[in-house]
């Protein structure tokens, strides 16, 4: 089946004056490939600063990417001209993380999802409130809040109206950009659930930028890890969460808190923090943290490679000692004991 | 530095006094704490009536949803709170001193030399035109009269025992020059500088990624390990709960709920609210049906009667409406506040 969405080898730098005449390039994404299929999830996971939002923008073309190509419904969206992306923007929406910063606080709420169906000439003026009025109940908020201010609206309701903003023009992509960490986390559920619902009654496919991996363990059918802009590993879901392959999906599977307090965890620790993303070296990126790195992973270049169907894994140890069955991360950390840190 | 002899002698128990357990000496004891916040044309009771006690060495968690009173308690504590807002009444004790007696002077003594105060977001609340070495070295020269070369080798012991690698080189730098949880660590580097007795942490990890959330949580208990220091922390987040407190409050619209050992909260939690927000946790083992808490957050303004979340529990009755229920004793060390919880912890 032809994917909804296909991105391949998205690459966007940011040119950093380091000196007055100096300019080096900040590698937001490096060589970024991934697909979603209608009506599938796909989750870019990774921590600040991996460059998860970066490819989440350049997919909406909200930011020109460097190079590479991306293919929405047969439409190479990346060789548009801006003008030609507009009319396509009606298929791909995103709700963003602050519903607050998101709307416009001098217009009534009605209004701000009204606007998209107007801008494309989805329905005619007379009627658009009838319309907003049905999209106000398709993300379970009554018709009196048409009226009312974003700011008057509860951090939820403030995020059901992005969501209805953004189903206004029937998008086959929604892009999340972290759609609940500003919430409540009994809000929290109640926007999960929506997302999922409306999901499998509308046949959307989710683009999930998130560094919540229980937020992306609930929604996503496949998850790719980012770290310092490359896509390290890819997976479904519950193999990456339950045994991811590369390192870096391993510790931050490892790192999140654990649902229990008497549940013990393997702890994997990386040293220190992500290096600069600036000129970022050819080899490993993770090679300085991680507790598995072995001299050759400075030597070589670390590709995605294949290591079973749907899986790949950018790990340069995984990839060579996987193939004659040696690689056994668990051997060299015990539970619970995290690696002596240095300082 | 001098203590008042005071502080050494224990706290006086209230044995009718519900949530507050019998034994042992306290760090700190709030008790029946009211604070309102005024306006010209009205007032808003932000907490009303919150008890919370920390013994040495403990970890406290206090859990709540935005707008749940939650820091305004811990401002509360430090003297810190708001020129609106108003302690209208409830005590503070501080090993026997009560906090909220204190004249703006003596207060100052305290805060930020025996209780310390960490904050979210750690590169706003460090000074960004000082370096880490001169924030350091004047906390140290206030708090402890160290200056020069002694107060240089305090500050650097300090930061390394924060887990800062290479100390001054970090001391030369500037807030803006250091990342979020290097900011964090030097926070606490300058909030242990003091030797505080108690350290309030208002969401340490929130801001930060979860790979450094773990690095920060282990410090922490590194901390208590080593120092025995006493420690409350505020936070939204049952993962963090779970790996740090040893103690757990539960506050809703300016009210304890529920307190309990961090295990029997999670085993056996009592309030109803307490339930939902355990089983609206999105969890990385569950992939779907998460029960979400209808409704939303009051607003303090609009507090409803009765028990304040009432509106969103699916067992409420015509007392719930009514009465406000106070927190009852269910169970040695666990209290909750609910007309009902006889009959749903059946």
Not at chain 1, 12 to 32: E, G, I, M, Q, S
Not at chain 1, 57 to 63: A, F, G, M, T
Not at chain 1, 89 to 115: F, T
């Amino acid at each position: 089946m032809k994917p909804l969405l296909e991105v391949t080898g998205l690459s966007k730098h940011y040119p950093v004056r380091t000196k007055l005449w100096k300019f080096r390039n900040l590698v937001a994404a490096d060589d970024v490939s991934l697909t979603v299929q209608a009506g599938e999830t796909l989750a870019i996971v990774g921590e600040s600063g991996s460059g998860k939002s970066t490819v989440g923008k350049c997919i909406l073309r909200l930011e020109a990417p460097t190079s590479g190509h991306v293919v929405l419904d047969g439409q190479p969206i990346s060789e548009l001209s801006e003008v030609e992306v507009r009319s396509l923007r009606a298929q791909m929406q995103m709700v963003y993380q602050d519903p607050l910063e998101s709307l416009n606080p001098r217009h009534k709420v009605g209004k701000l999802v009204a606007e998209p169906l107007l801008l494309h000439g989805i329905v005619s003026r007379k009627e658009v409130r009838k319309r907003v009025s049905e999209l106000f109940h398709l993300v379970g908020l009554g018709s009196e809040h048409i009226d009312r201010y974003a700011h008057t609206l509860s951090g939820g309701q403030q995020q059901r109206v992005g969501i209805a903003r953004a189903l206004a023009t029937s998008p086959k992509l929604l892009v999340l950009d972290e759609p609940t960490s500003a919430l409540d986390v009994s809000v929290e559920a109640q926007i999960l659930n929506l997302l999922q619902d409306l999901q499998r009654r509308m046949k959307l496919a989710f683009l999930l930028i998130s560094h919540d991996l229980a937020v992306v363990s609930m929604l996503a059918d496949r998850v790719a890890v980012m770290y310092l802009g490359q896509i390290v590993e890819t997976g479904p879901t519950r193999d990456i969460l339950a045994s991811g392959y590369h390192p870096y999906s391993r510790a931050l599977v490892s790192a999140t808190p654990v649902d229990h307090p008497h549940q013990r965890k393997v702890r994997i620790a990386l040293d220190g923090e992500p290096t600069s993303p600036i000129d970022p070296p050819q080899h490993c990126r993770l090679e300085p943290r991680c507790p598995f790195a072995l001299p050759v992973c400075r030597e070589q270049v670390a590709d995605l490679k294949q290591a079973e169907e749907r899986r790949f894994t950018r790990c340069i140890r995984f990839n060579r000692e996987h193939v004659n069955g040696s690689w056994d991360p668990d051997a060299s950390v015990q539970p619970g004991i995290a690696k002596p840190r240095a300082g | 530095m001098e203590e008042p002899a005071t502080s050494m002698l224990r706290s006086v128990n209230d044995p009718l006094r519900p949530g507050v357990n019998s034994s042992g000496e306290r760090v700190l004891s709030i008790e029946g704490l009211r604070v309102e916040f005024r306006l010209p044309d009205e007032s808003t009771e932000v907490l009303c009536g919150v008890d919370l006690t920390a013994r040495p060495g403990e970890i406290v968690g206090v859990v709540g949803e935005s707008g749940s009173g939650k820091t305004v308690a811990a401002l509360a504590v430090v003297g810190l709170l708001p020129s609106a807002a108003h302690v209208s009444g409830g005590s503070v004790r501080f090993f026997n001193e009560n906090l909220l007696d204190l004249d703006s002077r003596q207060m100052r003594a305290i805060r930020g030399s025996r209780i310390s105060m960490i904050f979210q977001n750690p590169r706003a609340s460090l000074n960004p035109v000082f370096t880490v070495g001169r924030m350091l070295r004047e906390v140290l020269l206030v708090h402890s009269g160290l200056r020069g070369r002694k107060a240089t080798v305090r500050a650097q012991e300090l930061l390394a025992d924060v887990g800062l690698p290479d100390p001054s080189a970090v001391m030369r730098r500037y807030p803006h020059q250091l990342s979020g949880g290097m900011a964090q660590r030097a926070m606490i580097a300058l909030a242990l500088s003091s030797s505080p007795d108690l350290l309030l942490a208002d969401e340490p990890t929130t801001a930060l990624d979860v790979t450094i959330q773990h690095q920060i949580i282990q410090l922490l208990l590194r901390l208590r390990k080593r120092q025995n220091l006493t420690q409350i922390v505020i936070t939204h987040n049952f993962g963090v709960v779970a790996e740090l407190c040893d103690r757990v409050a539960v506050m809703y619209a300016g009210a304890i709920l529920e307190e309990a050992p961090v295990g029997r909260i999670f085993e056996a939690p009592g309030h109803p609210y307490t339930r939902g927000l355990l089983s609206a946790r999105a969890r990385v083992e569950q992939s779907s049906g998460i029960r979400s808490i209808p409704g939303q957050v009051p607003e303090l303004k609009n507090r409803p009667t009765g028990c304040s979340f009432h509106p969103r529990c699916e067992h409420a009755r015509d007392i719930c409406r009514v009465s406000t229920p106070r927190l009852e004793s269910s169970a040695p060390n666990h209290s909750i506040a609910c007309h009902r919880w006889r009959e749903l912890a059946q």
